[in-house]
């Protein structure tokens, strides 16, 4: 890892910081290199998690080379800086020592509809203004993807156990194991004195193939597989389909189980279309995982799987067998409809994405969505920043209807340095 302080040195305090530009969050990145250099950690700790609460998972998830890194000027002709690294450095040091309190400034009841990247944020930018904030979750714990979609050698949970400390001390409410749509409805939520309420469920649902052999019981879907890899016995040998980043993390995620000793990803295109981040794709193969292009499954069997080759045509004579024990699917997924099976009022497109308007509202008055159940899916950084926009939004739908006289604000602005800082420095 490189040197904390000798990249913050390399850092040129840009006066119009296309590191910035590019981060879809407008991380506030001279800023806060700047106050760790003047030996200000808890003010740049303070900076970074007021703009972006999630920034200890973005520092190690992002796609910088797309975002913040990826617009660097030094990497124009050199190495751009590694703002992840230093802000890694500055999020870790500082989240527990966070003095995260609410403002007390406005009142409002929010419920939050999934416990993932965008929820957590939403929770804790209204929670943090004064609203009154409860997160309805699926599953045991908060985190969403983050817990249960990427392994824990790429995102310790730890850092979300962190988060939801600081969730508890907001006083933001967290009710676990409650899947709303088949019992606890929309209709009910606004019945129990929720002025608005945000969708953000994700997108769990994996896509199919929808070839021979794929209701097999040894063959698996990479997004289920990941929530709990520990459960699985894959056998020796393991062939995963797709190239996309869940593929990686399904690769990487089964060589490091007990008894898989050989890892084959399988694509039908070539390695230069691979959707997967080229850092994930090095780290793959660096951990022995093997790569066969330009091949399509056709059709699975319990000893292994018939695939072709798509640079020849289809026939018997461009099939082969590849012998292994499990197989993988890991060709994205799509939103499910738990929610909008019991309120029809709430609109999905034909992709069964959320529909929503510029303010981020439904088709139904007062419920919000944003994230992947709207976008599809996308980066951490980007569900935080539609929740950050959306938060907007909400904020003052709520204050409309308790104030005809309500002039909209914007509460969190696009840019974190527009605004006053003082309500979110540490009491005391």
Excluded at 60 to 84: A, D, Q, R, W, Y
Excluded at 334 to 355: A, Y
Aim: net charge negative.
């Amino acid at each position: 890892m490189p040197h904390v302080l000798v990249e913050a040195e390399r850092c040129l305090q840009c006066k119009k910081p296309r590191c910035r530009e590019g981060c879809p969050i407008k991380n506030p990145i001279p800023q806060f290199i700047r106050m760790l250099k003047e030996g200000k950690i808890k003010e740049a700790g303070n900076l970074v998690f007021t703009n972006n609460p999630l920034s200890i998972v973005c520092s190690l998830v992002c796609p910088h080379e797309k975002f913040c890194e990826g617009h660097c000027i030094m990497g124009i002709k050199s190495t751009p800086v590694h703002i992840s690294t230093i802000e890694q450095y500055i999020a870790d040091y500082n989240l527990d020592m966070l003095d995260i309190y609410s403002s007390g400034e406005y009142e409002g009841k929010v419920g939050i509809i999934g416990g993932g990247p965008a929820g957590i944020a939403m929770a804790f930018y209204m929670g943090r203004r004064g609203y009154d904030v409860t997160i309805y979750e699926a599953s045991e714990r908060i985190g969403g993807i983050l817990r249960y979609g990427i392994p824990d050698f790429r995102l310790p949970s730890v850092h979300i156990d962190r988060l939801e400390r600081q969730l508890h001390s907001l006083g933001v409410k967290i009710h676990p194991n409650t899947l709303i749509g088949p019992v606890t409805t929309v209709p009910d939520l606004f019945r129990d004195g929720f002025d608005a309420l945000f969708m953000s469920t994700g997108v769990w649902r994996p896509n199919k193939m929808n070839i021979k052999g794929e209701s097999l019981s040894n063959v698996h879907y990479a997004i289920n597989y990941l929530k709990s890899s520990e459960l699985y016995n894959l056998g020796r040998d393991v062939v995963v389909i797709g190239a996309g980043n869940v593929a990686m993390d399904a690769a990487r995620t089964s060589m490091r189980s007990l008894h898989t000793q050989n890892v084959t990803v399988l694509y039908r295109r070539d390695e230069a279309d691979m959707p997967c981040r080229k850092e994930e794709y090095e780290y793959t193969r660096m951990d022995g995982v093997q790569f066969e292009f330009f091949t399509q499954v056709d059709e699975f069997t319990e000893d292994g799987v018939w695939v072709h080759d798509t640079r020849e045509p289809i026939g018997q004579e461009n099939r082969r067998f590849i012998p292994c024990d499990s197989a993988i699917v890991a060709i994205s997924q799509g939103p499910q409809s738990n929610v909008v099976s019991t309120e029809s009022r709430i609109r999905l497109d034909r992709k069964g994405l959320v529909i929503t308007d510029e303010n981020m509202q439904t088709t139904m008055e007062g419920v919000y969505a944003s994230g992947d159940v709207v976008t599809g899916a996308k980066t951490v950084v980007e569900a935080e920043a539609a929740a950050k926009r959306c938060a907007n939004a909400m904020h003052n739908y709520i204050q409309r209807k308790k104030n005809p006289d309500w002039q909209d604000e914007e509460l969190y602005a696009a840019d974190i340095l527009d605004q006053d800082m003082t309500p979110f420095l540490p009491r005391g």
